[in-house]
């Protein structure tokens, strides 16, 4: 029974022949796992932790860890892997902070080749599915310590660890973006300097009825998004003429270029807070300016738009027909790797509807909330409004220097429904009067999930491989005459230590504005070359629309 609904669960994945394990080699000594369980019922549908552990210990002795990326929790206990486990968890479905890649690559070149390395060492990278958030690790690694390109990385991880024609391993635009990202940062020193960061205004073509716009970043070493501001109406400033600021047609593109169109007064109008029609709704297709009544600061340079469009229903129900977000970091879209971490201190990053993320890892994103969506940035050592933050310099550890890991998340939570599937969706809701100045219909409370749907979603297409790209790996666990393992605690040959001190200086050197990263979805990533604006001396001035097209 427990081996049906391990089926029922993977969808069309393949199953492990002797120890019915969903696992692959994405590498010879890199292998990637859906995440084990030891609590019921996961433990039904999932690997049960016991029988990971078994074949792990019997296939690769003591000469295996675990890498695990789960915010939700790991749903197994350390003592279960006899402690060898690494933590660096960031929640479903999004790009981690960049602040912990190179954590994550040193930890995991230091097992796999540092001074005390034995022969044979395996990493094992696991998140929920071991797909997005796993293969953003995954391909990370071979991009920054094995020498190998963003595309090889991401067509290697899709061939090993999923079907033909069940889509890439990773998918979803964010954690694209933030593989590209780990190649742009490899490629110049490894410097990476986190800041705080203002968004200013937020620009919006097209922009539909009842649309929620609100700005989110991580908090708790990335363990936890938060909402840091919701746009309400008095925040909105709505542009009359349409027909002189056209909605562009043109593919998704990433453009940090600060080129602005000024707005005469009688452009828009701040006497009213937003523009309705006889229906009293909002009115929908409008180039809209978001402008914070209050300066809106995130603690690091990673930035999320989230979209949340709702239409009003009846009886106390809201429903609920367009989900999207996207994230972006302001030091790489300021093409600070390129200028020895120097970053632009502000911009402009623009992006259509069609290159969002859709709802948890999906490109389903629902109706069009909007046509296109820029969002205007500076660090706060530029804003007098709020008190700086000193940048903080971050840099790989050198092989033999202590490697910070994050604080773990509860492992009981994966076991709670609530917590495992937490996500926005489609649907109805119920309507909720805090929410009442944000929208004509608003909600922020969900009726419901469903985590069978989610669980499916997660293992759709997934398939096992052995190390040398074997579809299926041959072996025998635990049986009769066949060696096992001791479950002693093996020596890592690497200390732990938690996150050091910032460094307060940075480098000096020029300013480049435009990196011009791709935005794609789909499997086949191109890679495009760096743009830069030569004219850098121009500054976006708050109120003014950005010209279309640029």
């Known amino acids: 029974m427990a ?125 929920k599915a071991g797909k997005g958030r796993s293969g953003t690790a995954a391909c990370s690694y071979l991009i920054s310590e094995e020498g190998w390109t963003v595309e090889d990385a991401l067509f290697r991880f899709t061939t090993r660890r999923m079907r033909s024609g069940f889509g890439a391993g990773v998918s979803i635009p964010s954690q694209l973006r933030w593989i590209r990202y780990v190649d742009q940062w490899t490629k110049h020193q490894k410097l990476y300097v986190e800041r705080q960061v203002e968004i200013v205004e937020v620009h919006a073509w097209g922009l539909r009825d009842g649309v929620k716009v609100a700005v989110e970043g991580y908090v708790d070493e990335g363990r936890t998004i938060k909402n840091f501001h919701t746009f309400n109406r008095y925040e909105r400033i709505v542009v009359d ?63 999320c738009i989230d979209l949340e469009r709702r239409n009003k229903a009846t009886y106390g129900w809201t429903m609920v027909t367009s989900v999207a977000h996207v994230w972006f970091n302001v030091f790489f879209e300021g093409h600070g790797p390129e200028n020895h971490g120097d ?47 000193l940048p903080q310099i971050i840099t790989e550890p050198k092989e033999g220097e202590p490697v910070p890991e994050s604080k773990a998340a509860d492992w009981r939570n994966a076991q709670h429904s609530n917590l495992a599937t937490i996500g926005k969706d489609l649907g109805l809701r119920t309507d909720s009067p805090v929410s009442v100045n944000v929208s004509k219909a608003s909600s922020l409370r969900s009726t419901g999930s469903n985590p069978q749907h989610s669980e499916e979603d997660h293992l759709k ?38 996150s050091p001190e910032p460094i307060a200086h940075m480098e000096e050197g020029k300013r480049i504005w435009d990196i011009g990263l791709g935005n794609q979805a789909s499997a086949d990533v191109s890679d495009q070359k760096s743009r830069q604006d030569p004219d850098t001396s121009k500054k976006h001035v708050p109120g003014q629309i950005l010209k279309e097209g640029v």
């Open 3 to 127: 081996s049906l609904l391990r089926q029922i669960v993977a969808g069309p994945r393949q199953k492990h022949p002797e120890a019915g394990l969903d696992l692959c080699y994405v590498t010879d000594n890199i292998i990637a796992t859906s995440g084990p369980s030891s609590t019921f019922p996961q433990r039904a549908y999932r690997n049960p932790t016991d029988a990971l552990v078994k074949y792990l210990d019997y296939k690769h002795s003591t000469h295996w860890a675990i890498w695990e990326f789960r915010a939700e929790g790991t749903g197994y206990p350390d003592s279960e892997v006899y402690g060898r486990i690494w933590h660096y968890p960031w929640p479903d479905h999004h790009p981690p902070p960049f602040a912990l890649i190179p954590n994550i690559v040193a930890s995991m070149r230091d097992w796999l080749k540092g001074p005390d390395t034995k022969p044979g060492r395996v990493v094992v990278v696991h998140c």
């Open 343 to 389: 970053a632009a201190t502000d911009g402009v990053f623009e992006i259509t509807w069609d290159a969002m993320d859709g709802i948890k890892g999906s490109a389903r994103k629902g109706t069009r909330a909007l046509d296109r969506l820029a969002v205007v940035w500076r660090t706060v050592i530029c804003a007098n409004e709020v008190k700086p933050k």
């Open 241 to 303: 003429n349409k027909e002189e600021y056209p909605i562009p047609t043109t593919s998704p593109t990433i453009s940090t270029s600060s080129q602005s169109l000024p707005i005469p007064d009688n452009k828009f109008t701040t006497t009213e807070p937003q523009r309705t029609t006889s229906s009293g709704l909002e009115a929908g297709g409008s180039a809209v300016i978001f402008r914070p009544g209050q300066p809106i600061v995130l603690p690091t340079n990673d930035l």
């Open 461 to 498: 297409g997934v398939k096992v491989h052995g190390p040398s790209g074997e579809k299926h790996i041959t072996h025998e666990v635990g049986g009769e005459g066949q060696p096992r393992v001791t479950a002693s605690q093996p020596d890592l040959g690497m200390p732990k230590v938690k």
